[in-house]
């Protein structure tokens, strides 16, 4: 396989804090690649640099083999690399359905073509039920579906998926587990997923990419990592 995106010497740095330290890696077409690493190891922060949140002082990114470093936010969205929120973000007076169809506008101008496909992709994430009532009465748990969605109707070549499992409890990570699997396997979508439950994490990525303060410490199939001594000493505790 070849590398659908290529991060090389990723720097950022806010007032004296250092906070990402010439990060390098790639990531495989269709591969599932798991973020892990303390608070504060930079893990958000690098998901934001990549996709010019808050650009990094120096690197490079590349999708698909086009350098993407110097575009704004919504190009990159546009381009292929889309970034879901640590904290779910979505427009609780409207309904399920007009979130997702406002991000289909990407993909069409036409509303009647807007809302034909937000019902396709509220059915993919099994939200069809919900489609009429307002965001803001979702559980946690659909609205983290919710958010998924929206970011699947623009189309990704890569999704960034910042602790989408945070808060839900074991059937409902179960459940957001067969859903990733299911996007990933079937859309081919390229997953990179930060993430502090271990067990689901370990148990869905090809690879994981271990940070600690801003360094990348492991890059390596998850039972590699989960013996990598400096991974152990800095994230499990031992």
């Known amino acids: 396989m070849s590398a659908i995106l290529s ?23 269709k ?17 934001n640099a990549l996709v010019n949140v808050t650009p990094p002082l120096a690197g490079r990114v590349l999708l698909g083999g086009t350098d993407i470093s110097d575009m704004r936010t919504h190009e990159i969205g546009q381009a292929g690399l889309v970034k879901t929120s640590q904290t779910v973000q979505v427009f609780g007076e409207m309904s399920v359905l007009d979130n997702v169809s ?21 059915e993919y994430w099994g939200m069809t039920h919900a489609m009429h009532r307002p965001a803001d009465g979702l559980t946690l ?28 409890n074991a059937a409902e990570v179960d459940l957001m587990l067969d859903r990733l699997r299911r996007l990933n396997a079937e859309k081919g979508t390229t997953l990179v997923i930060i993430e502090h439950n271990m067990k689901a ?10 940070l600690e303060y801003g360094e990348l410490v492991a890059l390596d199939d998850p039972i590699s990592v989960s013996r ?7 994230y499990l505790g031992a």
């Open 31 to 47: 591969e599932i690649l798991g973020v892990i690493g303390p608070n504060g190891a930079g893990k958000s922060t690098l998901f």
């Open 201 to 210: 994490i370990m148990g869905i990525s090809d690879r994981i990419l271990a």
């Open 102 to 122: 406002i991000a289909t506008f990407n993909r069409t101008t036409s509303l009647a073509e807007s809302r034909d496909m937000a019902e396709e992709i509220l």
């Open 7 to 29: 991060v090389t010497g990723i720097d950022q740095q806010f007032g004296g804090l250092h906070a990402l330290k010439n990060v390098t890696f790639d990531v495989e077409e």
């Open 141 to 168: 748990a659909q609205r983290s579906t919710l958010e998924l969605a929206r970011a699947t109707a623009l189309d990704p070549k890569v999704m960034l998926i910042d602790e989408v499992m945070a808060g839900l």
């Open 228 to 234: 990598n001594p400096r991974v152990v000493e800095a």
